[in-house]
Every structure is written in C-alpha cells, then in structure tokens.
T-cell receptor, first 113, second 110 residues
Framework: IAGITQAPTSQILAAGRRMTLRCTQD?????MYWYRQDLGLGLRLIHY???????GKGEVPDGYSVSRANTDDFPLTLASAVPSQTSVYFC????????????FGPGTRLTVL | GQNIDQPTEMTATEGAIVQINCTYQ??????LFWYQQHAGEAPTFLSY????GLEEKGRFSSFLSRSKGYSYLLLKELQMKDSASYLC???????????FGTGTRLKVLA
C-alpha cells in the first residue's frame, strides 16, 4: 500500500441497511478525517481523529460513527442508511492535524436507495 | 459562522492566465489551502498561505490578504490538463478542521 486507500470504490445500498466504509493509510499519520462531497455544497467534515483512540465530530456527524483503534485505520459506519447519505465520501490524513496538508483517498461513491 | 465564497465556474483559453478568487469570513484564521480536484478524483494539494503575500510554485501562484479575508490562485500558461475544480480551504485555529469552499470549476478551452 502506498498512501491512503478506501473501500469499496462504489456501493449501492438499500435504505435502512448498515454500511461501513473502510479507510487505511500507511504514512503513519496521526490525524484522519472523513468528508462527504455533494454537488453545490463542497467538502464537509463528518468526523475526525487527531490520534489513535480519540475521535471528534465535524460539521455533519449525524447518522455516522467512527472508531480509531489504531493509527492506520479509520472506518466510517452508517448505522441505518438514508437516501440523504447518498454522496461521495473521502477519507484524508495528515501528519498531526491543524495546519498540516491533508492527503485524500480516492473516494467511495455511495448511493442509498 | 463560517463562510467561504468562490465563483462556481470559470472558462479560459489554453495558454492564458486565470485568477480564481476566494473570500472568507471565519471565526479565526490559521492558514489557507488550495487544492485541485479533477473530475472523479481526490483533491490534491496545491499551495498553503499563512502570511500575506504571494507564494509562487511554477505555473501556479497563490496570494493572501488576511486583512481583507481574501485569497486568489493564479494559473499561468494554462494547459488542457488544468481543467479541474479548485478548492479553497481555511484552517480554523485550535481545531483539526478545514472549512472548504464549494470549489471553482475551471474549463480550459483549446
């Protein structure tokens, strides 16, 4: 692995189902982030983690949860998907958060029907 | 509140120069990033400004005026591959958060 990866690349999901989006980085970055990107709204922060074992809420956290058991992985879970969660989801990481450059994964395109 | 404004779309001709503006009103300021995002791809880092003035990197330059809450990205000698969205993001002090603008979609025409 080089950089930051996400899985799946795309997914179609029935409303009400549970879904976990995976994100893994091999850069030993302390900080990780989940964004959603919607047309006309730009990138909005869902949750973040500034180090393993800690997480925080971003701008649009409702309906999503995260965990950070180790440095490399930062999964995002939709407990019961709704159509308004249809979006492109990007995971990002940075060395230590704050003013550091964020590096983005390739994204997951999620459609909730 | 936090507000970042960018033009939605711009068009320019190959070989020309284009300036993409970004204005911000945020509860604090700890730097401004510009990212490039090609359609269907992830954003990639272009530049970072924290002090007033111009930062030059090859064909791309970025300018910041903190007193005016204003930045611009200048792209010179435009190439077709510069067709992309350009995202402006402000870092909020004391947090791990960027606030992104909605992005400017640039079309470069032959």
């Amino acid at each position: 692995i080089a950089g930051i990866t996400q899985a799946p690349t795309s997914q179609i999901l029935a409303a009400g189902r549970r879904m976990t989006l995976r994100c893994t980085q091999d850069m030993r970055h302390n900080a990780m982030y989940w964004y959603r990107q919607d047309l006309g709204l730009g990138l909005r922060l869902i949750h973040y983690s500034n180090t393993a074992g800690t997480t925080g809420k971003g701008e649009v956290p409702d309906g999503y949860s995260v965990s950070r058991a180790n440095t490399d992985d930062f999964p995002l879970t939709l407990a019961s998907a709704v159509p308004s969660q249809t979006s492109v989801y990007f995971c990002a990481s940075s060395t230590s958060g704050g003013v550091d450059t964020q590096y983005f994964g390739p994204g997951t395109r999620l459609t909730v029907l | 509140g936090q507000n970042i404004d960018q033009p939605t779309e711009m068009t320019a001709t190959e070989g020309a120069i284009v300036q993409i503006n970004c204005t911000y009103q945020t509860s604090g300021f700890n730097g401004l990033f510009w990212y490039q995002q090609h359609a269907g791809e992830a954003p990639t880092f272009l530049s970072y400004n924290v002090l007033d003035g111009l930062e030059e990197k090859g064909r791309f330059s970025s300018f910041l005026s903190r007193s005016k809450g204003y930045s611009y990205l200048l792209l010179k000698e435009l190439q077709m591959k510069d067709s992309a969205s350009y995202l402006c993001a402000v870092v909020i002090p004391g947090t791990y958060k960027y606030i992104f603008g909605t992005g400017t979609r640039l079309k470069v025409l032959a």
